[in-house]
């Protein structure tokens, strides 16, 4: 099947340089917002506001890229909604990594915000989101309604609003990570939610496991959600890695998406349809984490709302459907909490 593949290009890097590992790190962002930004252009979901942060692509993509990131945005958005319903909206997320997400807007459209959002990402990357954040009354508008005064406080790196914080920082440094956030007023008496989406992977497998290590100890009630790759022991998984490498971009994470079982190093226990509770020795309980559960992004696929699906497989002809198989089987969304059981915090799933 090898040598029928499309190239993997989800969240591939798109930049050539010569200058910092990082740079090729940051260059993901870029990559994700513009198939994020493609795929609402025809129509696989609503998101009136990524036109405003991202240019349009005049490449087309790939019809089972379009419907990855599909999967991707349905299944990490009904996790959220999950944990908003069961704080009943009394809660803080935290988005790590979050390049040019758009979640704050659609939130607040759907009636839907937390007590605070926080988005997290190198100050390059927020350098870049604050821009258009400025110069965008659609993206500004909804932060100033929610917010006190008139004035919004954006220096380079950081905006900060009653309800929605953009923090530049290294997640690799955690005291700064900290600091940052606790000085945009972070409560850690707060049910918090973290997610992490398709960003562990640009790190050590030390550095990442630091940064669930210290989530789990900041917080007392918590969640984390990772979307990231896996199976990436097999033929695909080489190809995408060695995609990466020839453009500067190392997947220093790949350690822990060798298969499910090292994936949900991020987790604990996990569920899977035909392995209702199998234990694994994984990295989230080792870091504080008290249940996890993982689904590879096909399965997840096949469980979405039928009418969904039909809906968006009739925006485009997809001739191969192995291809999307293919892809899916390298994708994972798992999640995780500690604490929160009487908030129902471990009856979330998929
Ligand atoms: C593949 S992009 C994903 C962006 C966004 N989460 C999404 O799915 O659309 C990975 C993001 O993680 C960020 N990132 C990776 N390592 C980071 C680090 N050490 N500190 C801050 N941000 C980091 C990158 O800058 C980039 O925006």
Known sequence: ???SLRKPTLDSCPYSSSDTDDEGVRGTCEDASICKRFAVSIGYWNDPYIQHLVRLSKERK?????RGYFARVHGISQLIKAFLQKTECHCQIINLGAGMDTTFWILKDQDLLPSKYFEVDFPVIVTRKLHSIKFKPLLSKPILELHSEDTLQIDGYTLDSKRYAVIGADLRDLSELEEKLKKCNMDTQLPTLLITECVLVYMTPEQSANLIKWAASV???AMFINYEQ???DDRFGQIMIENLRRRQCDLAGVETCKSLDSQ?????????????RRKVKERLLANGWETAAAVNMMELYSRLPQTEVSRIESLEFLDELE???QLMRHYCLCWATKGGSELGLTEITF
């Open 230 to 232: 896996v199976n990436m």
């Open 323 to 325: 291809l999307l198989e």
């Open 264 to 276: 949900v190093a991020v987790c604990v226990q996990y569920r899977t349809p035909g392995n209702p």
């Open 219 to 221: 917080f007392g009630t």
């Open 62 to 66: 790939a019809p089972e890229i379009n």
């Open 1 to 3: 099947m090898a040598g």
